[in-house]
Structure formats: C-alpha cells, structure tokens
T-cell receptor
Framework: TQLLEQSPQFLSIQEGENLTVYCNSS?????LQWYRQEPGEGPVLLVTVVTGGEVKKLKRLTFQFGDARKDSSLHITAAQPGDTGLYLC??????????????FGAGTQVVVTP | DAGVIQSPRHEVTEMGQEVTLRCKPI?????LFWYRQTMMRGLELLIYFNNNVPIDDSGMPEDRFSAKMPNASFSTLKIQPSEPRDSAVYFC???????????FGDGTRLSIL
C-alpha cells in the first residue's frame, strides 16, 4: 500500500506550457523530497522541504510543502524537453520511523514534446 | 567524486538460479538502502543498514531474499532461488546520516526467465 499518492500518473505537454504534479498523504512527514528519474538511471534528488508551508524554487521548478506536512506540489513553468522524466515524491521521518527511511510515491511520468 | 556503484548493470538468468547483486556506497556514508522498482509497485524499500547493521528488513519479500553488509564499503543482495516475478530494477542508495538525501546508483536490471 502506497502511503503517498501522486497525481496525475502521466502528463504529456508541449514545450512552453506549465504543469503541476501533486503528492498527497494521510500521514505527517518531517520532510518531503522530490526526485527526478531518467531512463536507465537512479532517482536524483531535486529538493527537500521540511517546514509546513515552505516554498522552494529551483530555476523554473517551484516546490511547496503543505501547512500540515501531509502534501506537496511541484510546479514547472515553461516546461522544456529536458524536464521529461519520472518525478517521485518521498516522505521521510514519519511518525513511526526514527531512522529517516523514505516512503516513495508511485511517480508521475512527465513528457515534454518540442 | 564516485557515486554509488552497482554491479552488474544487467543480469539475465533462468529461474532457480542464484543471483547476487552488488553495491559500493559513497565513501563516508553510513546508511545503505536496497530498493526494487517495477511498473506495478513503483519503488519499494527492501532493507536498509545503518553502520553496517540491518535496521529494517520488513520489505524483503520472502526468505529467498537476503542482504549483507560485511563492511562500510560493500553490500550484497542475494536471491536464491530466483523466480520470474523477481524481475525488476534493483537500486542501491546510500546516505551520510539522519535526514540527509539518499544518493542512488544506476540500478541492476534483473530478468529471470
């Protein structure tokens, strides 16, 4: 059972459009991380958010952690083909875990066409 | 700096055979994680170690799976005997400490025929 639900599962857009990916849970996490994974490679960390309501920006990517630390969103402005990949959210430090292991969502596959 | 190194990158073998996957974590990292990724189930944590000691193996599917970490620079995940349903990409990740980010290797793509 996935504790983290990501939506949508798949997103295909044209270059220059904006997109938002959501990550929701019924559990509280002390931190939430976003990874991007490309074919044949392991996930690569994009950002970690730790404070409820926190917003972080990484160039055209904006990440937000919900006030209750149960949900997060990733917004990409003016998407480019290089943004294509599988976006994974991962929650850390849940109430039942003191070792910092991560619970991963199923991922959102984003395809940006030129 | 060298990242997490996994070997082999690809493994194809017949069911019933023993499979051993290898991982070299980033030097200085004291936590190591083994994951399995499939289309159906996504990325699942199998087991993780802290300072070479297994902390949580609740994700290991069954007794056919075993993992060891004899020292800080090497870990193995073994499947014996292997079955077709074990086909997946297996990732190893390491982390410095606490809530520091995990660094993933490029995975081993395992196909059991």
């Amino acid at each position: 059972t996935q504790l983290l639900e990501q939506s949508p599962q798949f997103l295909s857009i044209q270059e220059g459009e904006n997109l938002t990916v959501y990550c929701n849970s019924s559990s509280v996490f002390s931190s939430l991380q976003w990874y991007r994974q490309e074919p044949g490679e392991g996930p690569v960390l994009l950002v970690t958010v730790v404070t409820g309501g926190e917003v972080k920006k990484l160039k055209r990517l904006t990440f937000q952690f919900g006030d209750a630390r149960k949900d997060s969103s990733l917004h990409i402005t003016a998407a480019q083909p290089g943004d294509t990949g599988l976006y994974l959210c991962a929650g850390g430090g849940g109430l039942t875990d003191s070792w910092g292991k991560l619970q991963f969502g199923a991922g959102t596959q984003v395809v940006v066409t030129p | 700096d060298a990242g997490v190194i996994q070997s082999p990158r690809h493994e194809v073998t017949e069911m019933g055979q023993e499979v051993t996957l290898r991982c070299k974590p980033i030097s200085g990292h004291n936590s190591l994680f083994w994951y399995r990724q499939t289309m159906m189930r996504g990325l699942e944590l199998l087991i993780y170690f802290n300072n070479n000691v297994p902390i949580d193996d609740s994700g290991m599917p069954e007794d056919r799976f075993s993992a060891k970490m004899p020292n800080a620079s090497f870990s193995t995940l073994k499947i014996q005997p292997s079955e077709p349903r074990d086909s997946a990409v297996y990732f190893c990740a390491s982390r410095f400490q606490g809530n520091q980010p995990q660094h993933f290797g490029d995975g081993t793509r395992l196909s059991i025929l």
